[in-house]
């Protein structure tokens, strides 16, 4: 590692060491050769692109999906002393003139483009008169068209390769399995030897994953362990995210909704007042989120399923960019199962694409239903392993198993013999023998099944058809009102009857009086509370001033080691991470003065 590249390190970002393989990294492309960066969000992989770019003749290109995201980026540069700017078709007339003859003048360090900006001919043809030092392509699963977030225009960028075939390029992303990642570095034209994989493990994150009981009181339960924090709560449909940011600010939280049916202006203002709260709730559909590089999210909710594993971490790995604890939640249950599968096949994609879809859905429906370690689970579709990690609901409180090949036996002929077509309460009531008047007027009171389900409540009944469902055992007739039927994996399982162990269903009380309290109060001293929301005051106010966010200045992270080490003097506060020269030349004296306040 060349001492130019930790001086930057220390005097620009405030760190004294690289993690894991950042110096590699950052030595490989000083060096001038390509690379392909797949690591966990919040693993540095800006600092990857940035600190070449820096110390590389010339400008460094880096291609980003959101505008938001670079204006945040480049942001938080500025105030590392850093000189960037992001080129987008919002700029005025003025402004654009005026940052070109900054770009030409080499004025800059680090150029932000979204992939749309960047492809039009007359960009391509002014930057082909720039000495570039390398480009960077930000979110790089989106150029393939196995990944989550697939999107045209990243998939045109090979047009970078044609026209700036010595330039090296980098490929950055956190999501990306393995056919993902070899479209891309075809694609790039990436070497299989240049290709640094970091794993994928979020240590700092506590997964959980519940059925849906009474999703408004879980998700309640969940937010109450994080008053005064910002977090995100995702939901299927626009519908549902209105009206649960609404419910929110009825139970008194800062709520406000994000989805593409938006009118722009209020989307956009919407992310503002997200990005720039200390405890504000955005309640979203997958619009929102793609790169939001926001540090202090201590939690992320999903009231509906989401669409795939990569989906799951995409969206949880939004939580805690900081490295300081966050906590998620996954709601589901039989109706998304059903839903996701409809998505599926009613879409206009080819057979190869819905198998994918349907494989990819059914790795995260194993997931759910999981009795072992869920970030095992996790990591493994990635190719990543861990050894259970303590950190998961499912390793606080394992769940216990039972025997359910008579219950999954009894369910199944439950549903033949009622005509597969009955939803999941009828064919519960049947089980359980309830006498009600549709039961006795479709004569299912005197069938062989009614009341053989007694040794089991509701509640039981329920879940295991939540995982037969899981499992393909049993399918569900969504368009038909939420029919289930038996399907061909449950048709050899009647045929050949084989050992299924399924999860005891567990009071959702219980489950949540066992999970983690609030995380980051967690990480400070009683002692030391009081100075660190004195410090994030005095943060906040600097930061308004600006019009900047909070953690462009400093992360929460730096301020509960200022809070917890009270430096008395500039050069003491110069050793806290994440305090650069150029941050401690503008801010030392405010927070100083905050500390020596709280002596």
């Known amino acids: 590692m060349t001492a130019k590249a930790l001086e930057i390190l220390k005097t620009v970002y405030g760190y004294d060491a690289f993690r894991g393989p950042q110096a590699r990294i950052v030595d490989h492309v000083v060096a001038g050769k390509n690379a392909f960066v797949l690591m966990p969000t919040g693993g540095g992989k800006s600092l990857c692109y940035q600190i070449p770019a820096i110390l590389r003749p010339g400008m460094g290109l880096v291609v980003s999906p959101l505008l938001a995201l670079m204006a945040d980026q480049v942001a938080a540069l500025r105030q590392a002393g850093v000189r960037a700017a992001a080129l987008n078709s919002d700029l005025p007339a003025e402004e654009r003139r005026s940052l070109w003859r900054d770009i030409y003048e080499g004025q800059l360090d680090l150029l932000y483009v979204a992939p749309e900006t ?104 969940f937010l109450k ?153 996790l990591l493994s579709y990635f190719g990543d392993h861990s050894e259970p990690c303590g950190n998961c609901d499912t390793c606080a409180d394992p769940p216990e198993l039972f025997d359910g090949t008579i219950a999954a036996q009894k369910a199944l002929s439950c549903i033949y013999r009622t005509g597969e077509r009955f939803g999941q309460a009828y064919i519960v009531d049947v089980l359980l023998g309830v006498e009600n008047e549709r039961i006795a007027q479709f004569g299912h009171d005197r069938l062989s099944t009614f009341g053989i389900g007694a040794e089991h409540d509701n509640r039981t009944w329920r879940a295991i058809l939540r995982q037969l469902i899981a499992l393909r055992l049993v399918d569900v007739d969504l368009a038909g009102h939420g029919g289930l039927s038996i399907a061909p994996a449950g048709r050899d399982f009647l045929r050949d009857k084989p050992t299924l162990m399924l999860r005891v269903a567990a009071a959702p009380r219980a489950r949540r009086n066992k999970a983690a309290r609030n995380p980051t109060r967690s990480a400070i001293t009683e002692t030391d509370r009081d100075l660190f929301e004195a410090l994030r005051r005095k943060r906040t106010e600097l930061a308004q001033a600006q019009n900047v966010p909070p953690y462009v200045i400093f992360h929460d992270k730096t301020l509960i080691e200022l809070a917890a080490s009270r430096p008395a003097s500039r050069d003491e506060m110069a050793k806290v991470p994440g305090i650069g020269e150029a941050k401690l030349s503008r801010y030392g004296a405010a927070f100083l003065a905050v500390i020596t306040a709280h002596a």
Request: net charge negative; charged share 30%.
């Open 118 to 221: 960047l492809l039009r001919e007359a960009v391509l043809e002014r930057l082909a008169r720039v000495r570039l030092s390398l480009i960077a392509i930000d979110e790089a699963h989106c150029l393939s068209q196995w990944g989550h977030d697939f999107r045209p225009s990243y998939r045109q960028l090979d047009v970078l390769v044609r026209q700036f075939p010595d330039i090296p390029r980098m490929a950055l992303t956190a999501t990306a399995d393995e056919p993902t990642r070899a479209e891309i570095l075809s694609h790039l034209e990436i070497a299989d030897n240049c290709a640094f994989i970091a794993g994928f493990d979020r240590p700092n994150i506590r997964y959980a994953i519940e059925e849906k009981d009474n999703p408004r009181a879980q998700i309640k339960a």
């Open 225 to 377: 362990r994080h008053e005064g924090e910002s977090g995100i709560v995702y939901c299927l449909s626009k519908r549902k995210t209105e009206e649960t940011a609404a419910w929110l600010r009825e139970q008194g939280y800062d709520a406000l909704a994000y989805h593409a049916g938006m009118d722009k202006a209020a989307r956009e203002d919407n992310q503002m007042r997200f990005q720039r709260g200390e405890a504000v709730v955005m309640v979203a559909t997958i619009a929102f989120g793609m790169g939001i590089d926001k540090p202090d999210v201590r939690f992320v909710a999903h009231i509906d399923l989401p669409g795939s594993i990569e989906a799951y971490y995409q969206e949880t790995g939004r939580a805690g960019r900081d490295g300081l604890a966050a906590d998620t939640l996954m709601l589901y249950g039989p109706d998304d199962i059903a839903l996701r599968s409809r998505f599926i096949e009613q879409s206009d994609a080819p057979d190869q694409r819905k198998r994918m879809e349907r494989q990819k859905l059914d790795a995260l429906l194993g997931l759910a239903e999981t009795a072992g370690c869920r970030r095992q689970v």
